[in-house]
């Protein structure tokens, strides 16, 4: 092989992945919130589970993308593992549609198609439209890296040694070896499968060798969700290892077929002079009879996972480490979905806290209790503790993701720790306060006892709203917030004209009225953070609510 083929081949593999990426990342950008929002919800039917899988790896064109989410999903409790059975068995079907889009003798008019998908994502403005002019553009790069790599392979015709090596791969098992090990690598079936076609455009290996690659392609695509599972749950790792053993026996019935019946000749006489044609349709069937053949036997394929994958407990930080390893990967489709159920539960942990210090800094003006205050101060550092991890996830799903909707939503969440955070500040200062009066041997007057009840009553009852927050309509979360801030708001207004008549007629020591002031601002600011929380939790929910068009514009 000559230098000048080599850097053509080099080339053209690196336009036809580049433009396949650019395609699943507009796709995605496009259509992803609401695809996760479809496989979230609709997988109780397993005909509907399936066709929605098939659908969603379609119109993102990866399997491994969906195959990763399903993980996450299982993972995190948002879906049950048989559930996930037919997912990954649609996936395994629209996988599918890149080679057939592949087979498309369209090569002449990649150019142009690129041409118009790189004017619309450059000289439209509207969102949707650039999304779908990088689908568009990634779609010709494709077919040009396609044909840049079938002119590089053409004089390999005359390369004795590619040939029998080529050759070699009518041997079921290498075959299946090696696509399986290059698929693996690379980390895309519908990759693999593009240069498979390119090699049979090329006439450097036919259908009778091709298809035994193929079948190994469908098993390599595994590495994907096997990688994405490490650190997972139980049940996220055997929803990997049904995909794989989906594939395995698919590639097993098929090599079987291929050998004793003449498969290959039927599909290959469909389309009897297109290559590329033939591997896509050859591709399809498998999955499609795969799926065909398994479906009944779903429950007893997450059975038997069950038993190659007894349970065994998984810890936190073994969690932590599997979302880490999720935001770094490629395939970050549902992650935010993820991501979400993850970040509600530590921001229910982390508005706890903050709360029962509200509550039990307010105690400790009576209770004089020093070991309390200390305890106070170990949530405090915990709820930093939680801020600063929480702000660092969001960080990273923000960079990942690229649907407005779900960015929005994620600014809402990042709204609410934020407004935790400080709301646990205060608390700090009210403990703080405590313990000045306590050294200075100060105390408040009977009144102002009776004010700071009031005051811990109404923060208990603002925070516990927010606590109930899932369960309260978003409308009447935030117009009961606001109820409960003006509130506060009117009560601090009463308790500093209280304040100024009892310094009036020399009731109140000036330190501790100082102090008191302190009190009553922090009170407020409590208040003020309340309603930020209860307004951007409603936003959160409003935009889950949101049509697709309104999405669109956000």
């Given at each position: 092989m000559s230098m000048g083929m080599f850097f053509g081949l080099l080339g053209g593999l690196a336009l036809f992945l580049y433009g396949m990426q650019m395609m699943s990342v507009n796709l995605e950008a496009a259509a992803g919130s609401r695809m996760k929002h479809i496989l979230e919800r609709l997988t109780a039917n397993r005909f509907l589970g399936v066709c929605v899988?098939?659908?969603?790896?379609?119109?993102?064109?990866?399997?491994?993308a969906t195959t990763v989410m399903v993980v996450g999903f299982v993972n995190s409790g948002l879906m049950t593992l048989r559930q996930a059975v037919w997912i990954i068995m649609g996936a395994n079907i629209g996988t599918t549609v890149t080679g057939q889009l592949i087979a498309l003798d369209i090569g002449e008019l990649a150019p142009l198609i690129t041409f118009i998908g790189v004017a619309l994502a450059l000289f439209v403005k509207r969102k949707q439209t650039q999304f779908a002019g990088g689908i568009i553009a990634g779609l010709g790069i494709l077919f040009i890296g396609m044909g840049m790599m079938g002119e590089a392979m053409v004089p390999l015709r005359e390369s004795e040694a590619f040939v029998n090596l080529m050759t070699r791969f009518s041997n079921p098992l290498l075959g299946i070896l090696a696509g399986a090990?290059?698929?693996?690598?690379?980390?895309?079936?519908?990759?693999?499968?593009?240069?498979?076609?390119?090699?049979?455009?090329?006439?450097?290996?036919?259908?009778?060798?091709?298809?035994?690659?193929?079948?190994?392609?469908?098993?390599?695509?595994?590495?994907?969700?096997?990688?994405?599972?490490?650190?997972?749950?139980?049940?996220?790792?055997?929803?990997?290892?049904?995909?794989l053993l989906f594939n395995v026996i698919g590639t097993a019935v098929f090599t079987a077929v291929c050998i004793i019946w003449p498969l290959t000749g039927l599909v290959?006489?469909?389309?009897?002079?297109?290559?590329?044609?033939?591997?896509?349709?050859?591709?399809?069937?498998?999955?499609?009879?795969?799926?065909?053949?398994?479906?009944?036997?779903?429950?007893?394929?997450?059975?038997?996972?069950?038993?190659?994958?007894?349970?065994?407990?998984?810890?936190?930080?073994?969690?932590?480490?599997?979302?880490?390893?999720?935001?770094?990967s490629e395939h970050v489709l549902g992650v935010?979905?993820?991501?979400?159920?993850?970040?509600?539960?530590?921001?229910?942990?982390?508005?706890?806290?903050?709360?029962?210090?509200?509550?039990?800094?307010?105690?400790?003006?009576?209770?004089?209790?020093?070991?309390?205050?200390?305890?106070?101060?170990?949530?405090?550092?915990?709820?930093?503790?939680?801020?600063?991890?929480?702000?660092?996830?969001?960080?990273?799903?923000?960079?990942?993701?690229?649907?407005?909707?779900?960015?929005?939503?994620?600014?809402?969440?990042?709204?609410?720790?934020?407004?935790?955070?400080?709301?646990?500040?205060?608390?700090?200062?009210?403990?703080?306060?405590?313990?000045?009066?306590?050294?200075?041997?100060?105390?408040?007057?009977?009144?102002?006892?009776?004010?700071?009840?009031?005051?811990?009553?109404?923060?208990?009852?603002?925070?516990?709203?927010?606590?109930?927050?899932?369960?309260?309509?978003?409308?009447?979360?935030?117009?009961?917030?606001?109820?409960?801030?003006?509130?506060?708001?009117?009560?601090?207004?009463?308790?500093?004209?209280?304040?100024?008549?009892r310094m009036g007629v020399g009731t109140c020591h000036v330190e501790t009225s100082i102090l008191y002031s302190e009190i009553l601002t922090d009170f407020e600011r409590i208040g003020d953070h309340v309603l930020n929380i209860a307004r951007a939790w409603a936003g959160l929910e409003e935009t889950d609510r949101l049509p697709v068009s309104e999405k669109e514009k956000l």
């Amino acid at each position: 092989m000559s230098m000048g083929m080599f850097f053509g081949l080099l080339g053209g593999l690196a336009l036809f992945l580049y433009g396949m990426q650019m395609m699943s990342v507009n796709l995605e950008a496009a259509a992803g919130s609401r695809m996760k929002h479809i496989l979230e919800r609709l997988t109780a039917n397993r005909f509907l589970g399936v066709c929605v899988g098939a659908g969603i790896t379609a119109v993102i064109q990866s399997s491994s993308a969906t195959t990763v989410m399903v993980v996450g999903f299982v993972n995190s409790g948002l879906m049950t593992l048989r559930q996930a059975v037919w997912i990954i068995m649609g996936a395994n079907i629209g996988t599918t549609v890149t080679g057939q889009l592949i087979a498309l003798d369209i090569g002449e008019l990649a150019p142009l198609i690129t041409f118009i998908g790189v004017a619309l994502a450059l000289f439209v403005k509207r969102k949707q439209t650039q999304f779908a002019g990088g689908i568009i553009a990634g779609l010709g790069i494709l077919f040009i890296g396609m044909g840049m790599m079938g002119e590089a392979m053409v004089p390999l015709r005359e390369s004795e040694a590619f040939v029998n090596l080529m050759t070699r791969f009518s041997n079921p098992l290498l075959g299946i070896l090696a696509g399986a090990v290059f698929t693996a690598i690379i980390q895309s079936s519908s990759a693999s499968v593009g240069i498979l076609q390119a090699l049979a455009v090329s006439g450097l290996i036919g259908l009778d060798s091709a298809v035994f690659v193929l079948f190994g392609q469908n098993i390599g695509t595994c590495i994907t969700a096997a990688l994405a599972s490490i650190g997972a749950s139980r049940d996220a790792k055997r929803a990997t290892l049904i995909h794989l053993l989906f594939n395995v026996i698919g590639t097993a019935v098929f090599t079987a077929v291929c050998i004793i019946w003449p498969l290959t000749g039927l599909v290959g006489s469909f389309t009897p002079h297109n290559p590329a044609a033939q591997i896509a349709n050859m591709h399809t069937l498998f999955n499609i009879v795969t799926t065909l053949l398994l479906l009944p036997f779903g429950a007893q394929l997450a059975q038997l996972a069950g038993r190659l994958l007894p349970d065994k407990a998984m810890g936190k930080a073994e969690e932590e480490r599997w979302f880490e390893d999720l935001l770094e990967s490629e395939h970050v489709l549902g992650v935010s979905v993820i991501a979400r159920k993850q970040l509600k539960e530590d921001i229910g942990r982390m508005l706890s806290l903050a709360a029962e210090n509200v509550d039990k800094g307010f105690l400790t003006f009576g209770d004089r209790d020093e070991a309390e205050l200390e305890k106070i101060l170990e949530r405090e550092e915990e709820i930093d503790l939680l801020n600063a991890r929480l702000s660092r996830k969001i960080s990273k799903v923000l960079q990942a993701e690229h649907s407005p909707a779900e960015v929005e939503a994620l600014r809402h969440m990042f709204t609410v720790i934020g407004n935790i955070e400080r709301i646990g500040d205060h608390a700090k200062n009210l403990a703080g306060y405590a313990k000045n009066m306590m050294d200075r041997k100060l105390e408040l007057s009977d009144q102002a006892s009776d004010e700071l009840a009031e005051m811990r009553q109404s923060c208990r009852c603002a925070l516990r709203l927010l606590c109930n927050a899932d369960y309260i309509a978003s409308g009447y979360l935030a117009e009961e917030a606001a109820l409960l801030e003006q509130e506060i708001d009117d009560k601090a207004a009463l308790y500093r004209l209280n304040q100024m008549e009892r310094m009036g007629v020399g009731t109140c020591h000036v330190e501790t009225s100082i102090l008191y002031s302190e009190i009553l601002t922090d009170f407020e600011r409590i208040g003020d953070h309340v309603l930020n929380i209860a307004r951007a939790w409603a936003g959160l929910e409003e935009t889950d609510r949101l049509p697709v068009s309104e999405k669109e514009k956000l």
